[in-house]
Each structure stands twice: as C-alpha cells, then as structure tokens.
C-alpha cells in the first residue's frame, strides 16, 4: 500500500474541515430555528392570557413575579391544571368544527362576506361556492337569513388527513 503524500494528508484534512463546520453551521441553524419557534410559543400564550396589551415594564414585572412563584411546586400544579383547562376547552371547540359547503342563490352583501370569512370559510372561485372549516351551527343562521343552503362534506378515509384515518 502506497503511503499518502503530506500534501494528500492535508487535502483530507481541509475536506474534514469542510465538512464539520458545514455540519456545524447545519447545527447552529436548527438550534436558531428552535429557539425561534420556542419565543413564538410563549409569545402565543402571552396573547392567548390577555397579556399583550399591558405595558411592556408591567408585563416584565409581572413575569419577574411569576419566575419568583415558580420556585414552589404547588403553584406550578395548579398554574399546570388551570392550563390545562383552557386547552381542553379550545380542543373540544376545535372538536365542534366541521368542513362545510354554502351556496348562495345570487351575490350576497359584503357584510355577509366578511362575516362568513370571520367564521373560517372562504369563497371558492372555481366551484361558485363558500367553503371551509368552521361550526355548523354558528354558520347555519347565516347562510338560511341570506337564502343560502348549506352542506356538511363528510370525510371518507381517502379524504381524512393521516392522523384522523389512523384512529
């Protein structure tokens, strides 16, 4: 077996190099990614909490305070249960939301538009109708005031998406 030249040894080395700051930078950036993600959740509970209005010094200060309460468990129990709480409300709302269909017999007021985009649904260009994901018994009102008809559209196991088909 023939022996390396330096000069080959250190073309390997430089390709290594290459490749373990290349692997690095890949590293750095989905850490950064994360750590992005991770600042846009809290930002979302903040909203989610009613917080966004308060003076950025008070929301600081009432974080402060909240960091200092967290160092006993019990208070992070019960912060933990009324959480949860919430989410299960909204999951059970989310539950409540249905794919559904509006026909209308003519143009509507554009009032009943921004009410029926307000409600989740948008007007669907090529088949002439509203559709969308939203609760049939809020939306139902609506579309019979204006004349409109509307349609529950059932999911099938080709049509449901991955995590709903495998249930």
Known sequence: MARSTLAERMTRLE???????EEEARIKDQERKQHTRHLMEA????????????????LLG???????????????ARWAAEGAKVFAVEARAEDAREPLVILFPGPIAREVTAQLRAMGLRWNKVL?????????DTVEPLALAHGG????????????PAAVAAE
């Open 15 to 21: 390709q290594q190099r290459a490749r373990l700051a």
């Open 43 to 58: 930002g979302a509970l903040v909203e989610k909490a009613e917080l966004l209005d308060l003076d950025p010094s008070a």
């Open 149 to 160: 008809t509307i349609r529950r559209v059932r999911l099938t196991a080709s049509t449901k």
């Open 62 to 76: 009432g974080l402060l305070t909240l960091k200092e309460m967290s160092a006993k468990p019990d208070n992070l």
């Open 128 to 136: 002439q109708h509203w559709e969308g994901i939203a609760e049939h």
